[in-house]
């Protein structure tokens, strides 16, 4: 067997095993739970420390984090996922199960998730939904600000960062991706840095994909496009809480489980509390509550189509607020839930073939035996190439040297990877091979010169003969 040939079956060979490792693993990261297990590679992780008045008495409080992992990855660089739990901003809790279920299933498909502790009501003060939201939203940036300042640790990219919550946590989760420095007039109005101790400065941070499962905003003038955030939203059409066009949600808080709410907000005075009453509780609660209607899903989506922001939405039939309610019983709406936003995040993940993928010096015609070299475009980590009635002399990354064979279809099949081992979708160049053309011009020239010179040269050769022999 010739060395060409024996170099071609390698290349083959080697092409073959990579889409094989690519397909059961590469394309279905993020997609599919290719590790059997997750860790929680920082457990209780103080992000921040705040200060706050309980009672008029100053308090100080840890904001915590939990961060997962899959098991068993070898990558330096993954997307971060963080999850933001409910509660109506006066209970819930960052280990509460259906978000620890959703920072478990991502981080086996390969994700780095974070299940994000936020401020809530503090007991004393008057519900004020407009500070509850910045404060979260102020607390969950400075979260992914400590998440991307850390980002060698925990092995995250910084440039493919999402957002979801559930409830409060996906109104907190849209104020995140919306609520930036020049849109603030609205909050600005509540006073808000003269409430609950100091407020440090607002954060902005970049996040990729934002995902909402029953939340909303009370202003619809704070979305805009300045970054391009992409936006998947989740909703009971019968959701009275949160209504998915506009709302407020007043009675749901008056009628909910106001003993729940009184024990989690009164649990951390000790003795104080039983010294509380909840009739107590109530009066100082909701006497001046300001508690703004709420834009829900169907108003925020119609925005985002009209500032042609990418955003899908997906609503429940016949369900209310409490999507997560029956999810040990009846798992339908949270599969819903986490099938489509595995796709939506991938959708996002993956290298966008159709604008930025392509190859130098590419033509749909070639000459048999021709040698080309084709370049694809810089910046991504990874490439394999595939070549089909063809010769690779050399490869190196994004570039390839191939000389074309016989008569008939070339093709080059391309597929790359970004830092986060996305893959694209296989780019196709197709090349017609076709025989060498006659030479024209100089060409025909001097093969005539040529000829001519040879009929000279028997001329004289003869010539020489005759004389020779006389």
């Known amino acids: 067997m010739s060395t060409e040939r024996l170099y071609m079956k390698s290349k083959s060979l080697v092409w073959i095993l990579l889409i094989i490792s690519t397909g059961l693993y590469a394309q279905n990261r993020y997609q599919s739970e290719i ?52 509660g109506g901003y006066v209970m ?31 007991f004393g003060n008057a519900l004020n939904l407009w500070k509850l939201i910045y404060k979260a939203a102020q607390d969950v940036n400075d979260a992914t600000d400590y998440l991307i300042n850390n980002a060698n640790i925990y092995g ?30 609205d909050f600005s109005n509540q006073n808000l840095p003269n409430i609950y101790g100091s407020v440090s400065p607002f954060t902005d941070i970049p996040y990729k994909g ?15 496009n300045r970054y391009p955030v ?40 000790g003795g104080i509390a039983s010294e509380i009453s909840e009739d107590f509780f109530l009066n100082i609660a909701l006497k001046d509550a300001i508690i703004p209607p709420l834009y829900g899903s169907l108003s925020t989506h119609k925005k985002f ?22 999810m040990d019983v009846n798992s339908f709406i949270y599969d819903t839930i986490k099938n489509k936003v595995t796709e939506f995040l991938y959708q996002l ?30 910046g991504f980590s990874k490439y394999l190439w595939k070549i089909e009635n063809g010769s690779v002399l050399e490869e190196n990354e994004n570039k390839i040297r191939i000389c074309w064979n016989k008569k008939g279809e070339g093709i080059i099949k391309l597929l790359v990877a970004n830092e986060v081992g996305c893959y694209s979708d296989t780019a196709v160049f197709k090349v017609n091979i076709e025989r060498k053309t006659q030479r024209t011009g100089t060409g025909n020239g001097f093969r005539f010169v040529l000829i001519a010179a040879l009929v000279l040269l028997v001329i004289i050769y003869v010539v020489y003969r005759k004389n020779k022999n006389r």
């Open 349 to 378: 993940l993956k290298p966008d073939t159709d604008k930025r993928l392509s190859v130098s010096n590419y033509s749909p015609a070639v000459s048999r035996n021709s040698t080309v070299t084709y370049e694809a475009p810089q």
């Open 230 to 269: 992409a936006v998947l939203s989740f909703h009971g059409d019968r959701d009275a809480l949160v209504n998915t066009l506009y709302g407020t949600p007043v009675y749901e808080i008056e009628n909910t489980d106001v003993v729940s709410i009184y024990n989690h907000v009164t649990s951390f005075l």
């Open 92 to 122: 819930g809790n960052f280990k509460d199960r259906e978000i620890v279920r959703l920072c478990e299933d991502f981080a086996k498909r390969g994700f780095v998730t974070a299940s994000v502790e936020y401020r809530l009501y503090t």
């Open 35 to 86: 590790f059997r297990n997750c860790s929680v590679t920082a457990s209780d992780c103080v992000y921040k420390t705040v200060e706050h008045t309980v009672l008029y008495i100053n308090r100080k409080q840890d904001l915590k984090m939990d961060i997962y992992s899959p098991v068993g990855d070898t990558l330096s660089k993954r997307p971060l996922l963080i999850w933001l739990h409910s």
């Open 156 to 185: 995250i990219s910084p440039n493919y960062v999402y957002l979801g919550g559930f409830s409060a946590g996906a109104i907190t989760a849209l104020h995140c991706g919306f609520l930036h420095q020049e849109n603030q007039t």
């Open 305 to 326: 189509d009209q500032l042609k922001i990418k955003n899908m939405l997906h609503l429940f039939e016949g369900q209310g607020h409490s999507l997560f309610k029956n």
């Open 210 to 224: 934002i995902i909402s499962i029953a939340g909303g905003v009370p202003h619809n003038e704070i979305i805009t």
